[in-house]
Every structure is written in C-alpha cells, then in structure tokens.
C-alpha cells in the first residue's frame, strides 16, 4: 500500500487552486486518506467523514480524493442518492473541481449509465472517477463495467466515496419472518466483494442508521450481507458563519432569557397545518385573508419573510452591495402530497396579490401587518448588532416589493421541476428579490436554497424519523448573516419533537468525534418498569429521550384540574402541602436528599392533577419521567448513594401558562428560573438528580390563564455528572 502523499502533482495542486480553503478542510482531507490508508478498512468496516446538514461535506471529499490519487488510488467511485438532479449537480461539481486535471488528460469523470463499455490500456493509465445513483440499473452497470466488460478494473486501487451514505445505503426489512437486505444495501455489498483493492469512505450528516446498527447480521436474501458500521470517523469541519441545529434547537434557543435564537422561532397554530392539505371553502375566504385568524401563521411567515428580505436589501445596499444581487428565500414545506402543493400555491399567490392589492390602495392592513414583523426584527437586529432601518424606509421597500412583482412563488414538487430551476452551483436559482418556493421530499439532500431566511415547516409523521426530519433542514449551512431576519415556523408539537432531535444528535456526535460510543448508555424501559439496556439500533426506531448532564425534563402546554367536582384537586394538592412540609418543606436555602420512590411518589401524585387538553401541547411521558428518575438516581459514583434524589420545593409562584402576545412560543416553558432553580442545581446537582415541586398559585386572571386553583408544577433536572444517554420508554421485544 502507498503511504501518504501530501506532495504529490494532484493534491498539491488542487490546495494551489483553492488556496481560499479553510485551512481544516485539507487537515481532515488528510487524516481521512490516513487513516484510510493505516487502517486497511474492510468492505465491513468502511471509513466516515461526518459533516452536519449543509456545512461542506462535498467539498471535503473532493479533497480528500485529490489526496488519495497521489497516494496509491487509480480509480475513484462515486455513490449519489438516487436523484437525478443530484447525480447532474454531483458530475458537474466534480468536473468543475478537477479540470485543470481532465484538460490535462490526467483524468475523467464519468456517469456509469453514460461512459464507454470499456476502457484501452492507455486510458487506464488516466485516474477515472465514476459517479452512480444508488439505484439498482446504475448498480448493475457498474457491477458489469468492473467485472466482465473491464475485468482490469477489479485489479485497481478503488476509493470508494458513498455520499449520503445512510440513505439506501444500508438497511434491511423483515419479511415473512426473514430479515432480508435492502436490494440497494445488497447490490453496493456486492460491487465492494469484486473488488481486490479498496477503501470504503462514507460521507453523511446523519449517521444514526450506520453507528446505531448491530455489527453482525444474518440476511436471508444475500448469501454473505457486510454490515457498514464506521471503523474511524473524520470530522468535516464548520467554518465561520455555520448555522446548526444548536443555533436553532439548543439550549440558548430555550432558555427564559431574550437570546437572538429564541426569537428564530414563530409558534403556528397545528390546526392550520391541516387547513394547508387541501381547500377547504368553509376556511378558506380569500377576501378575508388579510386578517383572519386561521390563516395567521402563513400570513405572518410570508409578510415577514417581505419585511425580513426588504430590511437586509435596504442594509445591504447602504453597505454597497449591488440591488440585484440581494435576493432572499422562504420555503413553505408542509406536506408531501402534490395536491397539497397546488392548493397551497393558490393560497400564498393569493395572499401576495392581495397583499399587493392594498399595498396600491394604501390599505392600513397591510402598514400594520408590516408594523408588527418589524417591531419583531427590530429587536433581534439590536440582539445581533446590527443596524436598523427606519420604518418609513421598510415600508416604503415593502410597497415597491408589492407593487414591483419582486414576490415571486414557485411550486416544486418534481424532480424535472429541481433540474430546470437549479444553477451551476446546485441552488435553487433566485429569479427575483424574493422567492417562495413551496414543495415537498425533493426539496431535502443536496439541494440548498441561498439566502434563506424563512421556513414554515409542517411534516407531521406518525413518527419523526431523525435522519429524515433534519434532511428537511433545509435552513441550515452557512446563514450567519442573515440570523437576525431568519425565522422559523412550526407547531409547538413539531418544534418539542425537533429539539429533541437536536440532544440526540448532538449527544451521539460528542461521542463519536471522542473516538468511540461506549460513552452513550442505550437503555429502555423493561415490562416490569425497570431500566435495561437497550441495542441502539432497536431504539433508533421507537420514540427516545435524551438524558445528558443538567437536562431539565418538565411537562409543558397543560392545564390543571379544576377545585371542586368530580375530579376536583384541591385535596389532592392539601395532601401534597402536608407532605412536602414534612419531607423538605417550602423555600429552604438547600435541597432534600431523599429516596427515588419518595420522588416517584411525588410525580404519582401530581400527575392526575394536570390535564393535557390542548392537541398541539408537546406531550409528556410520565412513565418516561419516572424512569429517568431512577435511572439518573443509580449513577452516584458512590454505590452508598445510590437510589436517591435531591428534593426542593417553592411555593407562591405565579407563571403564567400561555407565553405573552408577541412571544414566538405559545406555552411557557421555563417555570423555574435560572437565578434560583438553576443556582441550588449548579450547587448541588452535581451527582445526584434533583426535583424541583413549584406550587403555583393557579390564577384564573386573563394573564395566567389557569383554573383559580393551585397545584404543583414539577422540574426534573439531571445531575451534572450524568452520563449521556438515550432512552426509550416504549417496551420493545
């Protein structure tokens, strides 16, 4: 095997051409041909170059392909996903990167269903690259070029680069009683047995199904099926101006604090995502769109993504930046059905004219409208800054955005529709100032939208299927610019599911990039209700729970029970008085230490005290809570100290239950505060989990918005030595 080559023609040359790298792309170019070359990687135990959604994956592997054909590569194949668009935008960024190379007659990049039945000697001698869809007539022609009309390929140093390489890459299904290959998984299994020379690297964002797969598996469709679980993982690097998943669902995004992340966030009634799938007259009044409430999260994304676009143009172009290059894009992703891309096309086009339509009548509506997204940008802009504008100057802008056919809507829903509106770069052409664009599953990998900042989000799965969901993450990439005039939209229930996503991935990412992922405790409830370990593939599937150091885990968007009747909770709560005086009492300087049974029999008793009558209210698992009670109560390094909890309550609070007028949330999510609450856990959390019972008063006034009763709202916060682990409270077999 050839060692490392920094110095070679392809390589040095290439980090000539794109001196304007990052300096990290061509260190982990280097330690990912590497480790590729020392560790010899098997066809079952391939290489992983993990970047995040959007943050230059491609152009890292390109990299590392320019390193690996000085150092021992004659053949390069590429896997896509099975798009065709993505396969044009993939051939065409490779032969764009490598020209200098191809002019020179040192290289050709080929389409395996479009390149020559075989190749001479002297071709050979040339390094190839093939790029193939992950679909079966491109596996099969390439399975056929490499061994029976090329035979001489086998012979080559392959690298092997599966780009999305969780999406059909791996995988299998139970049949009759068979656990059965993916036909795709199967074919890309068998094209790596032929070979006698090669390395395995595969590329993706989302690594859930290739880390958290069993390493053995017997198949009963393929005589000898290699799993592809990663042997090393390379970090693909975020440069500056990367916007995440911690940007839009970490901790600063939550907290009870003004931060420039949580005012990304807008709350959409869950009722509308329904109004959006089909048309339905006795909603839809289209002279009454300007104002009525069942269409206001739609009205106040479009009219904010104008006012969001108009006030980076009107900064933009004080800065000196050319009008024409200043466009901007929403995109409106609820729903996969085409019916429902049509139907939603209809409304937002209607919603733009009669935008437009007041706009030329000098309606007042729209000068409100307009008011509100600029109060609500003016504050994230001072947050971030950054100038802003005067009113008169945004209004005057949205007026000649209105009126000057700068809103344009485009409906995407067809892969033909992808290819005609792509550019050279692979993103979505901006044909004007301010594009909407509205579409379903095409809209995922590989396809960028620039200049994005605004996103009403809708899918609504009986189950959120991590990769899947942060695939549709289409704002992510590099958006700094432009954070303090992003806004994203969603229901209170999709945007809990997605914050969940965001500690599962982040979890599992430190673990991977410290080397390895024993650090993760993969646990599930058992039938008797105790915790077991849990195989990780098995709980990738089923609805999980992230428990890391400091997570705070709280119900959310319920109501309490009323005083009296027949489930009245007023005794309920007397009784917890009593006991919550005898065991810690109320507002004592330190916490309790008291038994985990003690705790749980805190949570049995306030749990039939609290309703959850309101559908988009983000549900809470009692069972699960519970379980992380005593599995976070087992993990005192002192075994003496085990099977207990920290107890503290409070009484005469007074939060309200729906989050104020204006506030992009809907339901308050942070009845403890970070100068108390967060204070006794920083000073006494640190190997034991703690409780904290915060007897609220319950007033029935317009702001606080409960029962006129008091009860008890409970905050479960896991110590600051906990290990991470991911958990499941479903009773899997």
């Known amino acids: 095997m050839s060692p490392l080559q920094t110095n070679g023609s392809f390589y ?37 170059l993990l970047g995040k959604v959007q943050s230059g994956k491609t152009r890292t592997f390109i990299t590392s392909m320019s390193l690996a054909f000085d150092s021992g590569f004659d053949v390069a194949v590429v896997f896509t996903k099975n798009s065709r668009p993505l396969l044009e935008q993939t051939i065409k960024r490779l032969r764009s990167e490598f020209t200098y190379f191809i002019e020179d007659g040192e290289m050709e990049v080929y389409d395996i269903m479009q390149c020559p039945e075989t190749f001479s000697e002297f071709e050979l001698e040339s390094k190839l690259l093939f790029v193939a869809k992950k679909e079966t007539n491109n596996l099969k022609r390439l399975i056929k070029l490499f061994q029976a009309d090329c035979p001489s390929l086998t012979k ?34 068998d094209f790596r047995t032929i070979l006698s020379g090669s390395s395995y690297l595969q590329v993706t964002a989302t690594p859930y199904s290739l880390y958290l797969q069993p390493s053995e598996i017997e198949v009963a469709n393929v005589v000898e099926f290699k799993p592809t679980r990663p042997t090393f993982t390379v970090s693909v690097p975020a440069g500056d101006g990367y916007v ?9 995004a939550r907290g009870d604090d003004d931060t420039l992340e949580k005012f990304i966030h ?109 109060e609500d940008f003016k504050v994230s802009l001072q947050l971030d800054g950054l100038p802003v504008p005067a009113f008169s100057e ?14 344009t809507v485009s409906k995407i829903n067809s892969e033909n529709d992808i290819s005609a509106l792509l550019d050279d770069t692979g993103q979505l052409k901006l044909r004007s100032p301010l594009c909407i664009f509205i579409g379903g599953q095409v809209l995922d990998r590989g396809v960028t939208l620039a200049n994005m900042i605004g996103f009403y989000y809708g899918r609504r799965p009986n189950r959120y299927q991590q990769d899947t969901v942060l695939q549709h993450s289409r704002m992510y990439g590099y958006r700094r610019a ?29 673990v991977i990039e410290a080397g390895g992922d024993g650090a993760v405790q993969f646990i599930r409830r058992a039938a008797d209700g105790s915790i077991v370990p849990c195989s990780p593939n098995k709980i990738l599937v089923a ?82 809570a519970k379980a992380a009670i005593r599995h976070l109560s087992q993990q005192h390094p002192d075994q003496k100290q085990r099977g207990r909890v920290l107890l503290w309550a409070a009484k005469d609070r007074d939060s309200a239950r729906l989050a104020a007028s204006g506030s992009h949330a809907k339901y308050i999510e942070t009845p403890d505060s970070t100068k108390t609450e967060g204070v006794i856990a920083n000073a006494y959390a640190v190997d034991h989990p703690i409780l904290f019972l915060l007897r609220q008063n319950g007033s029935a006034t317009p702001d606080k918005g409960w029962r006129g009763t008091p009860f008890y709202w409970p905050v479960l916060r896991a110590q600051q030595n906990a290990p991470t682990a991911v958990y499941t409270a479903e009773v899997l077999n």
């Open 244 to 252: 995440g998943g911690d940007i839009y669902f970490g901790d600063k």
């Open 394 to 407: 945004v209004v005057e802008s949205v007026l000649e955005a209105l009126t000057a056919g700068y809103v």
């Open 156 to 189: 080559k140093r392959v690298i092997i680069v599966d780009d999305e390489a969780d999406n059909a890459s791996v995988g299998y299904s139970r049949r009759r009683g068979l656990i059965e290959a993916n036909r795709i998984a199967a074919q890309i299994s």
């Open 266 to 374: 807008c709350s959409v009634d869950h009722r509308e995502l329904d109004r959006l799938k089909r048309r339905d007259g006795r909603s839809y009044k289209p002279e009454q769109l300007l104002f009525t409430d069942l269409y206001q999260g739609i009205r106040d994304a479009v009219v904010g993504f104008i006012v969001g676009g108009c006030i980076q143009r009107i900064n933009g172009i004080k800065s000196g930046l050319k009008s024409k290059r200043l466009r901007y894009s929403f995109l409106l992703h609820s729903e996969a059905a085409m019916g429902s891309h049509a139907w939603q096309e209809v409304l937002v086009e209607e919603l733009v004219a009669r935008l437009a339509g007041a706009a030329q009548n000098c309606d007042k509506v729209v000068n409100g409208l307009v008011a509100k997204a600029y």
């Open 12 to 48: 040095s040359k290439y980090r000539e051409l794109n001196s304007d790298y990052d300096a990290r792309v061509f260190v982990a170019a280097e330690n990912t041909i590497s480790k590729l070359l020392e560790s010899e990687t098997t066809s079952e135990r391939p290489g992983m």
């Open 543 to 624: 609805a999980t729970e992230t428990l890391r150091p400091n997570k705070r885990l709280l119900p959310i968007g319920f109501q309490s029970g009323y005083a009296t009747g027949r489930n009245g909770i007023r005794s309920a709560i007397d009784e917890l008085d009593l006991k919550v005086e005898q065991i810690c009492g109320f507002n004592r300087e330190a916490p309790t230490l008291v038994s985990v049974d003690t705790a749980i029999e805190f949570l049995d008793a306030i749990e039939p005290t609290l309703v959850f009558e309101d559908e988009d209210a983000p549900a809470f698992g009692w069972q699960s």
């Open 482 to 510: 432009d954070l303090a005039v992003t806004r994203f939209y969603t229901s209170a229930v999709i945007r809990q599911a997605m914050f969940q996503m965001e500690e599962f991935d982040s979890s599992l990412r430190k």
